[in-house]
């Protein structure tokens, strides 16, 4: 399609922002599911694909919608122009306010519920993006759809109100015109305390995270009653999934606030994204423990909590560019500063020069690829940006006191020796036994 290019872009701009952006196609028998299944959790006979199916069926050509659903999450959609095949784009959800703690209470009052579902409905807000600027969002849709259909007097624009919710309060079973108990069982099975026990341990579990704290962690969750308040979905595998990935949401954004730049956090959040989904026990609590410290980890090693704007910039630069040639000259360029300021102010505020700082993360990523890859030393070195073999090697002695040759073969040997140390408790286990 001659529009695919603007398509791609658009896709990995609301990607960065963390919105939704999903190409369903005919005949729409594998939707996802929308509104990230909130209405599943909420209603007992809500049927997600029959209401998805309804939903893109009324679309209408040369037509793009925006509506807000009752739960505050707007959404965009259009078919796209596709004579090979029925397509529909949905961009959303995403929210056009900002929920907080503070005002989180007055939002909840507001929205059709019943029962006590403030918890459920607080981790599912940390999945929505907030767009910030909602007219920019707009924009950058605006212009697909000029590009898609051939300039702004080609199409018309629908403005929709609770679209989605139509449905909402009418799909409730009901018995002898009572509700049954099943509606509201989910958020009754649960007692207020240790609702609010648990509520209390995700906001410290994120304040551990948001400081790279691995200290906090450890008293967190050393007392074995407290990791119990994590499962909060117990009854199947897909909803203590679910409880996974919010959890893993959680602490995506607990990150952010640690000041790390969103490429580090969406590779670690892709990474147990793909561990969760690919878990098969209940009883498997591992993923929790390892998400909390290897987000500690990641604000530990790449927050710029501490730094100024300019030097944020920079140090994200270089992380993100270890591979590409880097120095005072170019990055001075890059944003627009005197080279003499930069080096000044980065010295100020690291303590250590940026030649310096640059030297150490490439040895930093050179030990990390000798630990656990097979690649030639020489691979390694280019793969780190650095192209002449002979000067790797005497910048990675000055940093490790080794050559890389001499580091791997350590590497090597301690891992020998910890295999043998397995297969001789092994053994005398069988022995003993």
Not at 119 to 137: C, N, V
Not at 234 to 253: A, C, H, M
Not at 293 to 314: A, E, F, M, T
Not at 399 to 415: A, D, F
Request: proline share 3%.
């Amino acid at each position: 399609m001659e529009y695919d290019s603007v398509l791609n872009y658009v896709k990995t701009v609301l990607g960065n922002m963390h919105i939704p952006f999903v190409l369903c196609e005919a005949p729409f028998d594998h939707l996802p599911k929308i509104d990230f299944g909130l209405r599943e959790h909420l209603f007992c006979d809500y049927d997600d694909i029959q209401i998805a199916q309804d939903f893109v069926k009324t679309c209408r050509e040369r037509t793009l919608y925006y509506f807000t659903d009752a739960y505050l999450c707007s959404y965009a959609y259009l078919k796209l122009p596709d004579p090979q095949k029925q397509q529909i784009l949905i961009v959303g959800p995403y929210t056009s306010i900002k929920i907080t703690e503070s005002n989180y209470a007055n939002i909840l009052d507001t929205l059709p519920i019943q029962g006590d579902l403030s918890s459920f409905l607080k981790t599912y807000y940390y999945q929505i993006a907030y767009a910030g600027s909602e007219s920019l969002l707009k924009n950058l849709i605006n212009t697909l759809a000029e590009t898609i259909w051939g300039g702004s007097g080609h199409y018309n624009v629908c403005k929709a109100s609770q679209r989605l919710s139509s449905h909402d309060l009418s799909c409730r079973k009901k018995q002898s015109g009572k509700e049954t108990a099943d509606q509201t069982s989910f958020a009754m099975s649960e007692s207020p305390g240790l609702i609010e026990a648990r509520c209390r341990f995700e906001n410290q579990c994120m304040h551990a995270v948001s400081q790279g704290n691995t200290s906090l962690v450890d008293k967190l969750l050393a007392n074995q009653d407290e990791i119990r308040y994590i499962p909060r979905f117990s009854r199947t595998l897909d909803e203590y999934k679910y409880y996974l990935k919010t959890f893993n949401t959680l602490l995506r954004k607990a990150a952010e606030q640690g000041i790390v730049h969103p490429v580090f956090i969406r590779h670690l959040s892709l990474e147990y994204d793909k561990k969760i989904d690919a878990l098969i026990s209940l009883s498997d609590h591992s993923l929790e423990r390892s998400m909390l410290y290897d987000y500690c980890l990641l604000v530990q090693n790449h927050s710029c909590k501490n730094y100024s704007p300019i030097v944020q910039k920079v140090i994200h630069q270089i992380h993100l560019s270890l591979t590409d040639e880097l120095n005072l000259g170019l990055l001075s360029k890059q944003f627009c500063v005197s080279a003499g300021y930069l080096s000044m102010l980065f010295k100020k505020e690291t303590g250590v020069t940026l030649t310096s700082y640059i030297s150490r993360r490439r040895i930093e990523l050179a030990t990390y690829y000798l630990e656990t890859t097979n690649l030639q030393i020489q691979e390694i070195a280019v793969c780190c940006g650095i192209h002449d073999i002979n000067y790797f090697t005497r910048l990675f002695k000055k940093n490790t006191g080794m050559t890389p040759r001499e580091y791997r073969n350590v590497v090597l040997h301690s891992k020998a020796g910890k295999n043998m140390e397995k297969n001789h408790d092994q053994k005398s286990t069988l022995v003993f036994f």
